[in-house]
């Protein structure tokens, strides 16, 4: 198994373009995230998704969309890159929680992306 | 103030050394997870805990549900220890509140 994989691993980009982070997992988890960390931050939630077909809002979710078209792929759009989404983006992964259970996140190696 | 914090921030250790990491959180919660991110940058879970105590080779979490604080207690530390080690407590949802993390040094 592969667990969460991502790609690109590392991209530039100038202000306004746009790009998609793509993350995939081969777990059969249900749940799925999107991650970024800043320097002297702890990770913040930027989206998420519980299940094929749906998506809610995290912490950080502006400037950004997601797509989950299927269960295993879940991605992340950057309309118009600005400066300020220079950062290292993580997607995870868990098994949705049921009631009394929770699961541990699993997560992928990381892109970094620059906006200059 | 921070939902969750940790403490130290930086740590530096002899190889050998009795490590302790603390992490205190003000939200109610169903588990707490402790992470660690390697210099690469990857980040695994190291343990989800709800209550009591869990090992793992030379590692040993514990947390106190009352006082809303867990440890993190690596024995016989060794020079690959080194890393990022990072608190997330888990509410009632399945999103986790991150700490900020502790970059731990062991020195041989």
């Known amino acids: 198994n592969a667990g969460v994989t991502q790609t690109p691993k590392f991209q530039v980009l100038k202000t306004g373009q746009s790009m998609t982070l793509q993350c995939a997992q081969d777990m059969n988890h249900n749940s799925m995230y999107w991650y970024r960390q800043d320097p002297g931050m702890g990770l913040r939630l930027i989206y998420y998704s519980a299940s094929e077909g749906t998506t809610d809002k995290g912490e950080v979710p502006n400037g950004y969309n997601v797509s989950r078209l299927n269960k295993r792929e879940f991605s992340l759009r950057l309309e118009s890159a600005a400066p300020s989404q220079t950062s290292v983006y993580f997607c995870?992964?868990?098994?949705?929680?049921?009631?009394?259970?929770?699961?541990?996140?699993?997560f992928g190696p990381g892109t970094r992306l620059t906006v200059t | 103030k921070n939902e969750v914090e940790q403490s130290p921030q930086n740590l530096t250790a002899q190889e050998g050394e009795f490590i302790t990491i603390n992490c205190s959180y003000s939200?109610?919660?169903?588990?707490l997870h402790w992470l660690q991110q390697h210099p690469g940058g990857g980040i695994v879970s190291l343990f989800m805990?709800?209550?009591g105590k869990k090992k793992h080779g030379r590692l040993i979490a514990t947390i106190n549900i009352q006082e809303k604080h867990s440890s993190l207690h690596i024995t016989a530390s060794h020079p690959r220890d080194s890393a990022v080690y990072i608190c997330a407590p888990q509410g009632g949802s399945e999103k986790l509140v991150f700490g900020k993390g502790t970059k731990l040094t062991v020195n041989p």
């Open positions: 995870a992964s868990s098994p949705q929680r049921l009631a009394g259970a929770v699961y541990e996140q699993y």
């Open positions: 805990l709800s209550s």
């Open positions: 939200v109610g919660i169903s588990a």
